[in-house]
């Protein structure tokens, strides 16, 4: 082997995306498939036919199920749940249904998408088309190493490949549809295995056809996909292998680095070290006997290899810092590196760092990415993978590697340094939007990257700067902070509740606008008193209004959003919901425990990390508490879901544990009910969960098709207490009781 080869050993095959599909007890295998991309799998829709005890080809849709699958590069006990997202069942040209014993059909795909992203070393393949005279090996669908077969595209007509296998080794059988086909010389999988032409069920002749089977080529399998939109198209793109080559028109390029490569790498012993060290984390080979690669030989890898030149220069920038001749060679080999065809923007380190905290954001703010590139590149187009307002973090690698090739932000540096690359404004930008540890991670990657590149600091100062304003500018203007206690004494009447309302001034303290000894009211006053108090306040901004309401633990489901606030004659209503940020505090419960106030502010404080946690009719008080304490222990958001009676034990749990974020559907009776309210709380930032509840009531109350009622416990750390509350001097203007 010579120098930045990959080692045959580590060369991958298909096994790293290899899927089972089991049966529907789960004692074998039904078949086989293939991991795409972020959550999605594909397999065959025969397989999964086979999996649900139907005929094989049948056609019929059979709604959304769950397979049960496995990856067989992790645990043959690892078994994960797949949703059947796009089905493209079997068919004939023309359209019409197969009977079982066809020898040829299209079609039959299906698409099946994981609760989360596998882990690695699952990971997808690259994909080619499907030529003839292609040596191809498939695998069963348990993934064992023995269980290869090695077959040989004899023939290709229509989409379709036909595959013949040598009389020695395993033979392509049942257990392999779905599952890639790997062509060994291209290192990519190039279509999947569908069937195998059987002799007939007489004694056996010369003249029977043997080992034959056959395989949808990837070029057909992209075209089912498209048509029945199966797959993002940004993902599908995504996976048609590049080749790794030197370009002919880098030819040039490449004889241009080998001066200033000869300055930083002249000394042999100096090359053959950081040729080694980029050799491993390229995961290429490298001789061990001292011997270092002619510099011709590192300029090809640069030309050639992604991420080659800034692992590189990863490595050098810290010592020629000190180095003006030095630097200012490495700063010509860079600039070189953007008029190769390959060189990326980021060292593999860079890469990995920056892609995992993206998808973490990504899941926690979908919406994030895409307003931080809006407002970080206004003048420019975003490219396609960055144009949708909500982005999956399997999306994330994808607009990342677009953001790399855009050489500049369009802002202009300081004389004689390099422009700053528009992906470094774009991490200012996400950065800008967080906060805490998040935020002093990405600023530091970006110092780091900038230093690397030769950017001068000002240049990052200024735009860090721009993203700060705009961050600013970005935050929802504050409204006025309303606090309403609700009470009931035995002898009130029905739906009749004694109110006490306080409007928090901007310096925390507060003006009492109603007392607990007034008469008992309606919902219907108790609202409008409310909209009475939010109207008069002063000294506030302009945003929506909080309205907090402390209620005792067993009116949790009050519906007090619902609550008409019109004034008679009004020509619309008005309920509470639709025109504040209405929310639920229940105090009494969390004041039972002793650790209460402080479990309360660590979570409260810790709001901005993790995700929620989803408490559904599986989930029993006890098992919520046990998860509290120990996995969940910083957990601030938790959505419940199951019938009314088990909805109201977890929320129990939830405010004496100190859980400030609590969020359900109170109109639901069934488990599953709750379920149109699963996106609100992963969609966007913690604090904007308030004016997204208000988005869906409005919604809400004007369909009158959907019966879901949000109700929104918020149990602000930073806001008081009605009992705790520092109440202004009488004199400055306390109002009166209304």
Not at 374 to 402: F, I, K, N, R, W
């Amino acid at each position: 082997m010579t120098w930045f080869e990959t080692p045959r050993a580590d060369r991958p095959d298909a096994r790293g995306a290899l899927v089972r599909i089991l049966s529907s007890n789960r004692t074998r295998t039904a078949g086989a498939g293939v991991y795409l991309t972020g959550r999605h799998l594909l397999t065959c829709a025969h397989v999964v036919n086979s999996v649900l005890g139907r005929r094989g080809l049948s056609p019929r849709h059979p709604g959304r199920i769950t397979l049960d699958v496995s990856f067989p590069v992790l645990s043959a006990t690892d078994v994960r749940s797949a949703y059947l997202v796009a089905w493209i069942p079997p068919r004939s040209h023309e359209y019409r249904p197969v009977d079982d014993g066809a020898l040829k059909w299209e079609g039959d795909l299906a698409v099946l998408e994981l609760d989360e992203e596998p882990p690695p070393p699952v990971a997808p393949v690259r994909w080619l088309e499907m030529a003839r005279g292609q040596e191809v090996r498939a695998w069963y669908g348990s993934g064992q190493p023995f269980s290869y077969a090695d077959v040989r595209v004899a023939a290709y007509d229509d989409g379709v490949g036909y595959l013949d296998g040598q009389l020695s080794g395993a033979a392509v059988d049942e257990g392999y549809s779905g599952g890639p086909l790997w062509s060994v010389a291209d290192g990519a999988a190039v279509g999947l295995v569908m069937g195998r032409i059987t002799a007939p069920d007489t004694a056996f002749s010369s003249q029977h056809t043997v080992r034959r089977s056959w395989g949808l080529a990837w070029q057909s399998v992209v075209v089912e996909l498209r048509r029945a939109e199966a797959v993002p198209e940004t993902h599908l793109a995504g996976l048609w292998a590049q080749p790794a080559t030197v370009f002919a028109e880098d030819e040039s390029v490449r004889d241009m680095m080998v001066g200033p490569l000869h300055t930083l790498l002249g000394d042999p012993a100096k090359r053959a070290a950081h040729a080694v060290e980029l050799a491993e984390k390229l995961g290429l080979w490298a001789p061990s006997d001292g011997t270092a690669p002619p510099v011709e030989k590192l300029a090809q890898l640069l030309c050639g290899s992604e991420r080659a030149l800034p692992t590189l220069a990863e490595v050098l920038a810290p010592k020629v810092a000190d180095d003006p001749r030095g630097r200012a060679e490495l700063d010509r080999l860079l600039a070189l590196g953007w008029h190769t065809g390959a060189a990326r923007l980021l060292s593999v380190t860079e890469h990995r760092v920056l892609r995992g905290k993206l998808e973490h954001l990504t899941r926690i703010d979908p919406g994030l990415l895409h307003r931080a590139a809006t407002a970080a590149l206004p003048y420019l187009d975003l490219p396609q993978s960055l144009q949708a307002v909500h982005l999956t973090a399997s999306a994330v690698p994808e607009a990342l590697g677009e953001l790399e090739t855009w050489y500049g932000d369009g802002a202009p540096v300081p004389d004689e340094t390099p422009r700053l690359p528009a992906l470094l404004r774009v991490v200012e930008y996400v950065a800008a939007a967080t906060d805490g540890l998040v935020r002093r991670a990405l600023q530091e990657w970006s110092n780091r990257v900038a230093a690397r590149l030769g950017i001068h600091p000002s240049a990052l100062r200024e735009r860090r700067a721009d993203a700060e304003r705009w961050s600013r500018q970005a935050a929802a203007p504050a409204g006025a902070r309303i606090l309403v206690q609700l009470d009931r004494y035995a002898k009130d009447p029905a739906d009749h509740y004694r109110c006490s309302v306080w409007r928090l001034r901007p310096d925390g303290t507060a003006t009492r606008a109603a007392t607990s000894s007034d008469r008992p009211r309606t919902g219907g006053e108790i609202a409008r008193l409310i909209r009475q108090v939010a109207g008069g306040a002063k000294d506030t901004g302009d945003g929506v209004a909080l309205v907090a309401v402390s209620v005792p633990p067993e009116e949790l489901n009050l519906p007090v959003d619902e609550w008409d606030g019109a004034e008679p004659g009004e020509y619309m209503p008005a309920p509470l919901g639709e025109d504040f940020h209405l929310v639920l505090r229940s105090p009494k419960l969390r004041l039972r425990s002793p650790s209460g106030a402080a479990d309360l502010e660590r979570r409260w404080n810790a709001r901005h990390q993790g995700g929620p946690l989803l408490a559904d009719h599986t989930t029993g008080d006890r098992m919520l508490a046990v998860l509290l304490k120990t996995t969940h222990r910083d957990t601030a958001r938790v959505l419940l879901d199951g019938t009314p009676e088990h909805r109201r034990k977890l929320v129990f749990v939830c405010l004496a544990m100190g859980v400030p974020i609590v969020l359900w559907d109170r109109a639901g009776v069934r488990p599953g009910e709750g379920r149109p309210l699963d996106a609100t709380v992963p969609e966007g930032p913690v604090d904007g969960l308030p004016e997204r509840v208000r988005h869906l009531r409005v919604h809400f109350y004007a369909d009158e098709a959907v019966t879901a009622r949000p109700t929104l416990v918020w149990d602000d750390a930073e806001l008081p207490l009605p009992d705790e509350l520092r109440l202004a001097d009488p004199t400055e203007g306390t109002e009166h009781a209304i």
